[in-house]
């Protein structure tokens, strides 16, 4: 269960339906599957809608010719930003404007985001390509019944959630609250188990030992055992 066409017709399987009973119509159904695609691609920040961008680190456009659109990008979903190959750091949207404010020459390689709009400090001491990673919102195009879902050649068992997020749409449609509450509570539950699924198969992620410097830092005074070397002239 891969494309809408096959998500639609599970839909009717399971609840007995059929589009020429009048009570379901072809548009409802189209409807309801954009509905439920919008719902499931946003309920956790999944990986595979994670996009990157890149643009010439030019003027840009307002006040202090720092604002960048990308269209397609979901808001505030920016959180990596490089140019020139040099990494920004990226600032809460109140102190990014009270730096432009207080500092308005500062070159500190700093950005930040509000809403879909990306702003970079157009002083900063960098140069060349500007590349920003964000999360992107799927393109869903309806009369294309064959296009697969976003998770489809992921991870095809979210597909489930869509099949019961419009049933949810389908027995509110029947006056049957309850029933659609229990859908919407499988719906969510199916999505769970994924990005649980997902979360196992992150664990090996691990931050770079000379992260914070070269060095790591380590306990001085530690009055545990910690044997003969605390002091070791050579442990640098």
């Known amino acids: 269960m891969k494309t809408q066409n096959e998500i639609i017709k599970q839909v009717l399987v399971r609840n007995n339906r059929a589009t020429t009973d009048g009570f379901v119509t072809d548009t409802l159904l189209t409807e309801w599957y954009r509905d439920a695609h919008v719902w499931a691609s946003g309920y956790y920040?999944?990986?595979?809608?994670?996009g990157r961008v890149e643009t010439t680190f030019t003027t840009g456009t307002?006040?202090?010719?720092?604002?960048?659109?990308?269209?397609?990008?979901?808001?505030?979903?920016?959180?990596?930003?490089?140019v020139g190959g040099k990494?920004?750091?990226k600032l809460n949207f109140a102190d990014y404007l009270i730096?432009?404010?207080?500092?308005?020459d500062s070159s500190d390689r700093v950005f930040s985001d509000f809403g879909k709009t990306l702003y970079i400090n157009q002083n900063a001491d960098v140069s060349g390509t500007t590349v920003a990673y964000g999360q992107y919102e799927p393109y869903i195009d309806v009369t294309d019944e064959t296009a697969?879902?976003?998770f489809s050649d992921w991870d095809a068992d979210a597909n489930e959630s869509l099949v019961e997020k419009m049933t949810v749409y389908l027995k509110r449609r029947e006056h049957k609250f309850d029933e659609a509450t229990l859908h919407?509570?499988?719906?969510?539950?199916?999505?769970n188990e994924v990005w649980e699924k997902i979360q196992d198969e992150q664990y090996a992620y691990q931050t770079h030992p000379e992260r914070e410097g070269q060095y790591k830092w380590f306990p001085i005074v530690d009055e545990r055992n910690q044997?003969?070397?605390?002091?070791?002239?050579?442990q640098f």
């Open 45 to 50: 920040k999944w990986p595979f809608t994670e």
């Open 99 to 104: 730096m432009k404010e207080e500092k308005p």
């Open 184 to 191: 919407d509570e499988m719906a969510a539950q199916k999505l």
């Open 148 to 150: 697969k879902t976003i």
């Open 227 to 234: 044997g003969s070397n605390r002091f070791n002239e050579n």
């Open 62 to 82: 307002g006040t202090n010719s720092d604002e960048y659109n990308f269209e397609g990008y979901k808001a505030d979903s920016f959180r990596i930003v490089t």
């Open 87 to 89: 990494r920004l750091t």
